[in-house]
């Protein structure tokens, strides 16, 4: 640790190690039993001042930056990780990657809806209904995990529909495809999000569809949770 505190010339991957290692220094339990590894707690804190001194340098801030911009998937990652210990928003960057390639862009899509709130989510989800092909997507529940090859768009819509039950009242277009999603997480999300509705600002559609998707569901876990949703019960 001396060295790297010493080093001139450091880089993310550093700063990612010594980020990683100032959350652990951080925890509160468990040092009492580290003792006998020589975890004293002088040897502890004099690692959290060397820690804190290393990420506290605005390089950090300037080379996450820096490593965004690059086109080397590598790279953009340590960047991204960088950014999020530094609490750096990267809302725009990962909406920017979404736009330019919507059905290949899982990791932004992670991070994008991770960032979304409730002044972002109309955008988010207006971008979403204009590329997503429905079409493809509510070709009638089966017992598919909706994952891998051939299976992109539903996967895209997984990342959202996981979000939804944040934003009540927001995304019944998407709902309505992850119910008639061949997809059983597709079909499971789209419940969870539409439990976190009140029932009566449900659309006037909703019900007949959830009723519909009831009678021709063939897994009998969602089917369940299905039952629940027309219940009022809470869907687990």
């Known amino acids: ?60 801030r300037e080379q996450a930056m820096q490593a965004l911009n690059s086109i080397d998937e590598q790279i953009f990652y340590e960047g991204d990780s960088a950014a999020t210990c530094l609490s750096i928003d990267t809302w725009e960057i990962h909406f920017d990657r979404v736009k330019a390639a919507p059905l290949d862009s899982s990791f932004s899509w992670y991070r994008l809806l991770r960032q979304t709130d409730e002044s972002r989510i109309d955008s988010v989800l207006s971008f979403a209904e204009s590329i997503l092909p429905f079409d493809r997507i509510e070709t009638g529940p089966a017992e598919e995990l909706g994952i891998g090859p051939g299976f992109e768009p539903h996967e895209t819509l997984d990342w959202v529909l996981q979000h939804l039950n944040r934003f009540p009242k927001r995304g019944w277009r998407l709902i309505r495809a992850g119910l008639r999603s061949p997809g059983v997480r597709n079909r499971n999300m789209a419940i969870h999000a539409l439990a976190a509705w009140p029932r009566e600002s449900w659309p006037s559609e909703a019900t007949s569809l959830v009723l519909e998707a009831h009678e021709r569901e063939p897994d009998k876990n969602v089917k369940g949770r299905l039952t629940a949703l027309l219940e009022g019960k809470p869907v687990v």
Do not use: Y
């Not at 001396?2 to 959350?23: D, I, M, Y």
């Open 1 to 60: 640790m001396n060295h790297v505190w010493s080093c001139p010339a450091l880089g993310l991957k550093h700063f990612l190690t010594v980020a990683a290692l100032r959350q652990f220094l951080s925890e509160q339990n468990g040092w009492e039993k580290r003792k006998d590894s020589g975890w004293t707690e002088t040897r502890r804190r004099n690692l959290q001042s060397l820690c804190e001194d290393i990420f506290s340098r605005q390089t950090w």
